[in-house]
């Protein structure tokens, strides 16, 4: 994990995501990448004959904030000893950092509001950005102040495709990890492979692995694998986001966004 990109925002889960960040940058010895995003819709509506943007000083006031936003974070950033870059970008959050993804190890943004109930639009960045980023996104809760990055990670394991491909994309973290919990759940539907494979994968990169099954019972499987995840003090929970396609997880309800609504630690999602 060298190259961490970072949306910047000036939003109440800035500080947590910058802080996580930064302990993911210095363990890795890697390079941070800041996008300041300013979504042009706060300038404009949508009228029959096309868009009317508002009085220019209104635009030119939010230039002159993301100025200042820009300078004091520059100030920040040269005291944390750490090397960073700098973009600055107008528009939709969640496709300019999707697209900032094509060259990063791991994106961070911020996990969506807890009462965020889709399809209800805008969904959160956090939301598409899982869906359309070329790299694992961590997402990080707003109080979260920094991660752990040698402490215990749980991952959630349930045999798909994408499961896999959070383990592939977790490996410089799990390698560093105290201990790594293998958490499954009995009786869910479409466990492709068992999580001794996940285990015997783990173990030929030199990670050893608890391998923890939790009866599914009427029980929530998100609230399982966050419940186990917080006994085991988990720095993070490493899972597979949109096993089902986005529209069924938004009209039946899916294990994705329940987590993404629900968790209260960093939560390290591949697709």
């Known amino acids: 994990m060298k190259s961490i990109l970072v949306h910047i925002n000036r939003d109440d889960g800035q500080e947590a995501r910058l802080q996580a960040a930064l302990d993911i940058v210095r363990a890795f010895e890697g390079h941070l990448s800041c996008l300041q995003t300013t979504p042009i819709e706060a300038f404009a509506s949508i009228e029959p004959y096309g868009v009317d943007f508002q009085l220019a000083e209104t635009i030119a006031r ?105 383990i592939r994309a977790a490996l410089p973290l799990l390698e560093r990890a105290s201990t790594v919990h293998l958490i499954a759940v009995t009786g869910e539907d479409g466990l492709d492979l068992p999580s001794t494979d996940a285990s015997a994968y783990l173990a030929r990169h030199g990670v050893e692995s608890e391998l923890v099954e939790l009866e599914r019972r009427d029980a929530p499987i998100a609230e399982l694998l966050l419940a186990a995840a917080t006994v085991r003090k988990a720095s993070c929970l490493v899972t597979g986001a949109y096993g089902h396609s986005r529209l069924r997880e938004n009209i039946l309800g899916g294990v994705t966004r329940d987590l993404l609504r629900k968790a209260k630690l960093p939560l390290l999602l591949a697709h």
């Open 62 to 166: 939010m230039r002159e904030m993301d100025r200042e936003e820009r300078e004091a974070m520059e100030v920040r950033l040269r005291g944390e000893g750490i090397s960073w870059d700098w973009a600055a970008e107008m528009g939709d959050a969640r496709r300019l950092v999707g697209e900032h993804s094509w060259l990063a190890d791991l994106v961070v943004v911020s996990q969506p509001a807890q009462d965020w109930l889709p399809p209800t639009p805008p969904s959160p960045v956090a939301a598409d950005v899982v869906l359309h980023s070329r790299a694992p996104v961590l997402t990080v809760p707003d109080d979260c102040r920094g991660i752990d990055c040698g402490g215990p990670v749980a991952i959630a394991w349930n045999g798909s495709p994408e499961a896999c491909a959070a």
